[in-house]
């Protein structure tokens, strides 16, 4: 894969969805790019389009306006087809509902993205993973015969197994309690910065938010604060990038 420095790039992205009450504006003149291997916190009220900017970037909304680029690839405009391939191999998700097939064991969950990529060793690489999230005792088991933070924990490794250069989390420990939830995002913390995979995380939760390398505020669809907001001192990244590429 070609080496982008920038692996999400959101330029004036807007997203207007229909509802019963007409058209409504859900995201504003979004603009921001995120360097791999960053930790960004997505903060907000609720209803500030936290979820909604994660889809965006997820490709599994598209935008109305503007141009979303994802490690190299455009998805303003991308066919079904690629941008489900794109997302299978680059792109891994946790949300706080765990979204596990409930007929198949911890192990089967885990290989499922790896099966659908074409992998051969899928179950052997499904059960490394495993073991990295701590439950190699636990993969026969099926969903309903594991705690909330294994089941979290089989959804995180389901994530990782492709070794997405992105992952993205969505209040990933919003159904867990606080001790078994603080375990759940340490070894989310640990995992992709072993990998330098880049972090997005939408939460509540300031102290949380405080723990990633820059935290994007939202309100009302707009971008409000954005700490690591570089837009000011593009030129310069830009003659560092061309010095040092030399
Ligand atoms: N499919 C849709 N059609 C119309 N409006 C929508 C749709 N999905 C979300 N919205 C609206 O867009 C706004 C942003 O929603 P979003 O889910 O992104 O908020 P959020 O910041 O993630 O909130 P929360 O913290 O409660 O999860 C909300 O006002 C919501 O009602
Ligand atoms: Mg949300």
Excluded: W
Excluded at 58 to 72: F, K, M, N, P, R
Excluded at 148 to 175: I, M
Excluded at 191 to 202: C, D, G, Q
Excluded at 214 to 233: C, K, L, N, P, Q
């Amino acid at each position: 894969m070609a080496n982008h420095t920038n692996v999400i790039e959101l330029r004036d992205v807007s997203l207007t969805l229909e509802s019963g009450a007409g058209p409504v504006n859900i995201l504003k003149e979004i603009n921001f790019t995120i360097q791999q291997g960053q930790s960004v916190g997505i903060v907000g009220p609720s209803g500030s389009g936290k979820s909604s900017l994660m889809s965006v970037m997820t490709g599994l909304e598209q935008a109305t306006t503007g141009d979303v680029i994802i490690d190299g690839l455009s998805y303003t405009g991308a066919d079904e087809d690629t941008l489900a391939r794109h997302r299978l191999k680059n792109v891994g998700i946790v949300m706080q509902a765990f979204h596990l097939i409930p007929t198949m064991t911890a192990l089967e969950n885990v290989a499922v993205p790896l099966e659908l990529a074409g992998v051969n060793d899928a179950f052997d690489l499904a059960a490394k993973e495993l073991e990295l999230v701590g439950l190699a005792h636990r993969m026969e088991h099926y969903p309903t015969q594991l705690s909330g933070g294994e089941q979290q924990r089989v959804a995180l490794a389901r994530a990782l197994v492709p070794q997405p250069a992105l992952l993205y989390g969505d209040e990933p420990t919003g159904n867990l309690d606080g001790q078994t939830g603080r375990a759940v995002i340490d070894l989310i913390f640990e995992l992709a910065r072993e990998r330098s995979s880049t972090l997005i995380l939408v939460t509540h939760d300031p102290a949380l938010a405080d723990r990633c390398d820059r935290v994007i505020s939202m309100g009302d669809g707009h971008i409000i604060d954005d700490t690591g907001d570089t837009s000011s001192v593009t030129g310069d990244t830009d003659a560092v990038s061309q010095v040092t590429s030399k």
